[in-house]
């Protein structure tokens, strides 16, 4: 089953009140949440100084230790730059 991800933007006081199972545009509502994602990521100067203060020999060995992928992970930080 496809899953996409919604970002609306209500007037304050607007907001409808969202439930599970609820019809969404042809779909289901299966998880909501009444916050700003954007509050809970890294900012640009975060994810900058992450990228500048990292040993990125270190971190390389770290990602071959837990099986994931540095070139995926250093373009994930850079894309909050």
Known sequence: MGKITYVVEYKNGKEPQPDIGMDA???????A???????KQLTHVEASVILDAINHYDLKESCERFSTSYNTLIARLKSLT
Do not use: E, W
């Open 33 to 39: 949440a009444a916050y700003n994602f954007r509050d």
């Open 25 to 31: 545009l042809g779909g289901r509502v299966i998880s």
